[in-house]
Structures are given as structure tokens and as C-alpha cells.
């Protein structure tokens, strides 16, 4: 059973426009967020994390909204550039679950 | 680059046959953990080790096994493999021994394929 679920495999979206990266999840003991950047031939990169009691964290062009009430989380780019394009892999830990669980991970494509 | 060596980088194999993958954590992590991403598949832990000690276990089969050193370094030992181990294998370090609230900083992987 997955307790992250990042429901869109892919996502294109043309330079300069917003890009909108979704994650849900089930365990309501989650408390801590991350977001994660993988290009290809290479590890994870972590991008921007928000803890349970805040509802928006702010890091440059990437910002990340949580709506607890709803179990769904998101990440915004704005602008989006070529160089975002990777694939983006949300994750969560908190409660009895110390440790780090993934989603499966969206595709971002940013067009020229 | 994040600081965490892996190796190697590629690893071809038979079934049935055992492997060992070995993964440097940045300096001056003490913990490390391993990933398991298959195709189509979100990262899977695995195991942590803090310091030498093991600190949480994962989806980690019976046929795997992992250690940590005395100079922190890890070697994940897979045996008796099959088909289905065919994957990305991650490792990645932290300085502290909660997983969970702080930033891990992963290697390049070792990609594992089974014949």
C-alpha cells in the first residue's frame, strides 16, 4: 500500500510557465516533507522540505504548499526553465515511520 | 556532487550469485542508508546504519545484508540473486541519527542487473 502517491508520471510544461508538481499521502502521523530533484545518471538531490506546521515554505523560485486537512502536497516552480527538467520525487517521514518514504516520482519537462 | 561515492557504478551478474556494493558517505556523516529503486518504482529503503550500529530496518529481504565500519563506510551484500534484484541500488548519508528531519544527500547509485 502506498502512503505517497505522486499520481502524474509526467508533466510538461513550456519555459518561463508555472510548473505544478503533486503529492498525496494517507498516514496522517507524516509531519515532515521533502521534495527531491534526480537527473538522470545521478542521486537525488534534495530541493526544499516543510515541516507540518507551516503550510508554505519559500526557496527561491520553488515554493511548497501543504494542505493537511486534504493529505496533498505541492510543488511550484515559477518560471520553470529547461534545467528543471528532471524527474521529482516527494517524500515524507513522521509518527512511527522514522524513516524517509518515496513516491514514485513525477517527470518534469520544460520546453524552450 | 554530493559527497557520497558509490561503487561500482555498474554491475552485470548471473542469478543465483552474490555482490557486494559499497558506498563512502560524505565525511563527517555517521549514518547511512540504502535504497532500493526498481523500474517504475519510488525509492525503497532498505536499511540505516548510525555510527557503526544498525538504527532502522526497511523492506530489506533476508537474501541482503549490510554493515557499517569502523571508518563509516557500508558494503550492502546481496545473495542469491534474482531477476527481480535487477535495480538501482542508492546509498546516501546524513550526520544524525534521525532519519526522518533532516536532509539525506545521496550518491550516484550502482545499477545492478541480473542475468
Known amino acids: 500500500d502506498q502512503q505517497v502517491k505522486q499520481n502524474s508520471p509526467s508533466l510538461s510544461v513550456q519555459e518561463g510557465r508555472i510548473s505544478i508538481l503533486n503529492c498525496d499521502y494517507t498516514?496522517?502521523?507524516?509531519?515532515?516533507f521533502l521534495w527531491y530533484k534526480k537527473y538522470p545518471a545521478e542521486g537525488p538531490t534534495f530541493l526544499i522540505s516543510?515541516?507540518?506546521?507551516?503550510d508554505k515554505n519559500e526557496d527561491g523560485r520553488f515554493t511548497v504548499f501543504l494542505n493537511k486537512s486534504a493529505k496533498h502536497l505541492s510543488l511550484h516552480i515559477v518560471p520553470s526553465q529547461p534545467g528543471d527538467s528532471a524527474v521529482y520525487f516527494c517524500?515524507?517521514?513522521?509518527?512511527?515511520?522514522?524513516?524517509?518514504?518515496f513516491g514514485k516520482g513525477t517527470k518534469l519537462s520544460v520546453k524552450p | 556532487d554530493s559527497g557520497v561515492t558509490q561503487t561500482p557504478k555498474h554491475l552485470i551478474t548471473a542469478t543465483g550469485q552474490r555482490v557486494t556494493l559499497r558506498c563512502s558517505p560524505r565525511?563527517?556523516?555517521?549514518?547511512v542508508y540504502w535504497y532500493q529503486q526498481s523500474l517504475d518504482q519510488g525509492l525503497q529503503f532498505l536499511i540505516q546504519?548510525?555510527?557503526?550500529?544498525?538504527?532502522a530496518k526497511g523492506n530489506i529481504l533476508e537474501r541482503f545484508s549490510a554493515q557499517q565500519f569502523p571508518d563509516l563506510h557500508s558494503e550492502l551484500n546481496l545473495s542469491s540473486l534474482e531477476l527481480g534484484d535487477s535495480a538501482l541500488y542508492f546509498c546516501?548519508?546524513?550526520?544524525?541519527?534521525?532519519?526522518?528531519?533532516?536532509?539525506?544527500?545521496f550518491g550516484p547509485g550502482t545499477r545492478l542487473t541480473v542475468l
Open positions: 516543510i515541516s507540518s506546521i507551516k
Open positions: 498516514n496522517s502521523m507524516f509531519d515532515y
Open positions: 517524500a515524507a517521514s513522521g509518527g512511527s515511520q522514522g524513516n524517509l518514504i
Open positions: 565525511s563527517g556523516d555517521l549514518s
Open positions: 546516501a548519508s546524513s550526520p544524525l541519527a534521525d532519519p526522518g528531519y533532516n536532509e539525506q544527500f
Open positions: 546504519y548510525y555510527n557503526g550500529e544498525e538504527r
